[in-house]
């Protein structure tokens, strides 16, 4: 969200021209990360708002595949997958679950992930109603352009970083977007509204202010929720650090065993849904992972009542041979690890609230296209203008600059403070500015509390990993370039805002941690 730029009368020389917003470095930020960033952003985003409604379209288009005529008798989804054993023996599968648990006459999926197919069958006769390779749908397609690019191994990673380019963007915006007379109402107003009777230019800048506003508080939870998605393991090991639990449980926690004994035999998948049910009578039964050999365990996904739309997600891991539950993540995962389980992706594409949140995640997947045309048609003149062997008003640095030089320039253990300090005041609007974006994201549906506290929590953990990354570049500084005084001060700068930063949101983040009892 760019200022116009301001007319100064000092001296004239050749070179870039910065507009005054431009040369701090929010500024700078918002404009390369834009420049950078904004064209994957597009596709993520729009394939992003697809995905808000991936099961009405993959059902739309395949209906032969989810949906078949109601019968007599519809056979649960333990006892459907013994009868497809018989049937069709020749048939491998891995996972089955209910493509739509509401409706009665939809058909169960079986997944085989060995040779990435999947077929479908009808809950009331157990015949076959089709099959086909798991990444051929057209929503599986959209899906992997969302998730990497269709750019093998590296491709999940640049996705991952370009959200997080995203909320960079989403919070340099809002400072840019802040008047300098934030005193007066007028001012305020001007951000706040498009004005219609001014030019094409001034129209578009207003539709850039506006646009980036006002979507902000979905954005930044797509954003975060996006970037988690993408470096899961980072986000589960440092949801259970929090609650004092190592990050080596988690690998226990996932990689439980089913002991065998000579002779043993496996249990069916209806007595484990038995031993499913008595254990969590309320819950429904959604899926269930089938043990690949003799080692694993059997996986059931259950579903409970809870505050979200979706999501509210049980796992249980069973043993196959003596049906001892070895994993519920009711009592076993803390509960901000239930926040991963049943929240995340429920945020992420909007369904946690409804249809009102879906269609604020559409809108919001939308955003970063209309951002980048409207902050293209404001950065294109003004880079042909820099580019130009023209003269350009240098502007006078003001009384603040002046300062600010001098506290570059003068002793480090001033510096440092000084960044500190502002560092502080960043993290305090970070951390609002976080709560009331999730706040207002589940506003429209009535949902306020979860996503609130879900997006301080892991624009936490965000805010933890960045601290370590700039404690190893302090480290090296002092080490490796300090004593041939070629230390960099930015690194100082870098480390004292994220000290800052890391000081404010690490007491918020652990007392949500261990206060927030059943609230995810």
Same mark, same amino acid.
């Given at each position: 969200?760019?200022k ?7 001296? %004239? ?5 910065w507009?005054l917003? /431009? ?19 597009? @596709?993520?985003?729009?394939? #992003? ?5 991936q099961?009405?379209?993959?059902v ?18 333990d006892e ?5 054993? /018989? ?25 085989n ?16 109603c #089709?099959?086909?390779? @798991?990444n %051929?749908?057209?929503i ?10 269709l750019?093998p ?17 989403t @919070? ?10 934030y ?21 578009n ?9 006002y ?19 980072v ?9 004092? /639990? ?11 065993? %089913?002991?065998?004994?000579? *002779? ?5 998948a ?11 009578p ?6 269930i992972?089938?043990p690949?050999?003799?080692?694993m ?5 259950l579903?409970?009542? *809870?505050?979200?739309?979706? *999501? ?24 901000? *690890?239930?926040s ?8 992420? $594409? ?12 559409l ?8 951002l ?16 130009a ?25 001033r $510096? ?11 993290a ?14 589940g506003l429209?549906?009535g ?17 933890i ?12 500084n002092?080490l ?9 001060r ?10 800052a ?6 007491p ?13």
């Amino acid at each position: 969200m760019y200022k116009p730029p301001e007319k100064n009368n000092s001296k %004239s020389r050749k070179g870039l021209r910065w507009a005054l917003h /431009q040369k701090r470095w929010f500024g700078k930020w918002h404009l390369y990360l834009g420049i950078i960033a904004g064209a994957i952003l597009c @596709i993520v985003g729009l394939t #992003g708002s697809i995905l808000v409604f991936q099961d009405e379209i993959d059902v739309a288009l395949n209906k032969n595949l989810f949906e078949s005529l109601k019968g007599q008798k519809r056979y649960s989804i333990d006892e459907v997958i013994p009868v497809v054993q /018989q049937k069709y023996p020749g048939r491998k599968f891995d996972y089955v679950f209910q493509t739509d648990e509401e409706n009665p006459n939809a058909t169960y999926r079986f997944y085989n992930f060995t040779t990435e197919e999947e077929f479908f069958v009808n809950p009331y006769t157990a015949e076959l109603c #089709g099959k086909r390779l @798991i990444n %051929s749908s057209f929503i599986r397609i959209v899906m992997n352009i969302h998730r990497t690019m269709l750019i093998p191994a590296a491709g999940r990673y640049i996705v991952g970083l370009a959200t997080l380019g995203m909320l960079i963007l989403t @919070i340099s915006g809002l400072r840019l977007w802040v008047p300098q007379q934030y005193k007066k109402w007028k001012q305020w107003r001007s951000v706040l509204t498009v004005n219609f009777k001014a030019g094409f230019k001034r129209q578009n800048y207003d539709w850039h202010n506006v646009l980036g506003f006002y979507s902000a508080p979905v954005i930044i939870l797509l954003s975060i929720t996006g970037f988690a998605i993408t470096f899961s393991t980072v986000f589960i090991a440092f949801l259970f650090m929090l609650t004092g /639990q190592s990050p080596q449980s988690v690998a226990g926690i996932f990689g439980q065993k %089913s002991v065998y004994t000579e *002779g043993a035999k496996s249990l069916s998948a209806t007595a484990v849904a038995k031993i499913a049910s008595a254990e969590l009578p309320e819950a429904q039964l959604l899926g269930i992972a089938v043990p690949a050999d003799s080692s694993m365990v059997y996986r059931l996904d259950l579903k409970s009542d *809870g505050p979200a739309r979706s *999501g509210n997600r049980i796992m249980l891991m069973v043993d196959q041979y003596t049906g001892k539950i070895v994993l519920n993540s009711e009592t076993d995962f803390p509960d901000i *690890g239930n926040s991963y389980l049943s929240w995340l992706t429920p945020i992420h $594409y909007g369904t946690f609230g409804g249809m009102p949140t879906r269609i604020l995640a559409l809108l919001g997947g939308l955003m970063p296209l209309l951002l980048y045309i409207t902050g293209f048609i404001i950065w294109w003149p003004r880079y042909k203008k820099q580019t130009a062997k023209a003269t350009y008003v240098a502007p006078k640095p003001n009384r603040a600059e002046q300062q600010l030089n001098a506290i570059r320039e003068g002793k480090l253990s001033r $510096y440092f403070g000084f960044y500190f300090k502002k560092g502080i005041r960043y993290a305090l609007l970070l951390l609002v500015a976080a709560f009331v974006a999730g706040a207002l994201y589940g506003l429209i549906s009535g949902i306020i509390i979860q996503p609130a506290l879900f997006a301080v929590l892991y624009t936490g953990i965000c805010i933890i990993v960045n601290f370590i990354i700039a404690l190893l570049v302090f480290i090296v500084n002092l080490l490796f370039f300090a004593p041939f005084k070629r230390s960099k001060r930015n690194t100082f700068k870098y480390f004292s805002l994220s000290l800052a930063f890391v000081l404010v949101f690490l007491p918020v983040i652990i007392a949500v941690a261990k206060l927030s009892r059943n609230v995810f």
